[in-house]
T-cell receptor, first 113, second 114 residues
Framework: DQQVKQNSPSLSVQEGRISILNCDYT??????FLWYKKYPAEGPTFLIS?????DKNEDGRFTVFLNKSAKHLSLHIVPSQPGDSAVYFC????????????FGTGTRLKVLA | NAGVTQTPKFQVLKTGQSMTLQCAQD?????MYWYRQDPGMGLRLIYY???????DKGEVPNGYNVSRLNKREFSLRLESAAPSQTSVYFC?????????????FGNGTRLTVT
């Protein structure tokens, strides 16, 4: 059973607009979340993280929002740029638990110029 | 500025053959990991090594063995490859095995088992 779900396999957005990538989780024990970005033929690279004591974390054009009651997080990219075209993975962990991240299946973002 | 280096990049095996995937990191990280990525499944942890001299099973360890050769190197061995092991394999490292120590990934090995 997939504990971390990214229900949109793909998303297309116009350059300059906002991209919103969504992630849902089922395990209420998860309390730390990360987003990774992956280009073709490369490994994933860390983008941004958030712990459950916060509901928002910003880093430049990237903001992650966490809604604990809904078990939902989202990544906002504003403004979107063609170089943001990649696959985005969310991942979840339990701070006090074993170091084993659970990854979602990924969302492919395409930013149209 | 190599980061995490994986070899080979591509490999085709016949069922029953064995092979070792190599991984090395030059960031002086303590922890290393092996993941596999399959369509519709996300990244799944096979084995990890929290520190030199230790290894632990992840989500999907069956059919694999690992060796933490030294602080830099962590290899993954398939003793008798099966078609179900066709996947893209990623090695990763982190400064420590902690929830807030991000993973640094290599570029992957694409393995096909026929």
């Amino acid at each position: 059973d997939q504990q971390v779900k990214q229900n949109s396999p793909s998303l297309s957005v116009q350059e300059g607009r906002i991209s919103i990538l969504n992630c849902d989780y089922t395990n209420s024990m998860f309390d730390y979340f990360l987003w990774y970005k992956k280009y073709p033929a490369e490994g994933p690279t860390f983008l941004i993280s958030i712990s459950s004591i916060k509901d928002k974390n910003e880093d430049g054009r990237f903001t992650v929002f966490l809604n604990k009651s809904a078990k939902h997080l989202s990544l906002h990219i504003v403004p979107s740029q063609p170089g943001d075209s990649a696959v985005y993975f969310c991942a979840a962990n339990i701070i006090s638990g074993t170091y084993k991240y659970i990854f979602g299946t990924g969302t492919r973002l395409k930013v149209l110029a | 500025n190599a980061g995490v280096t994986q070899t080979p990049k591509f490999q085709v095996l016949k069922t029953g053959q064995s092979m070792t995937l190599q991984c090395a990191q030059d960031m002086n990280h303590n922890s290393m990991y092996w993941y596999r990525q399959d369509p519709g499944m996300g990244l799944r942890l096979i084995y990890y090594s929290a520190s030199e001299g230790t290894t632990d099973k992840g989500e999907v360890p069956n059919g694999y063995n690992v060796s933490r050769l030294n602080k830099r190197e962590f290899s993954l061995r398939l003793e008798s490859a099966a078609p179900s092991q066709t996947s893209v394999y990623f090695c990763a490292s982190s400064e420590v095995a902690s929830y807030n120590s991000p993973l640094h990934f290599g570029n992957g090995t694409r393995l096909t088992v026929t």
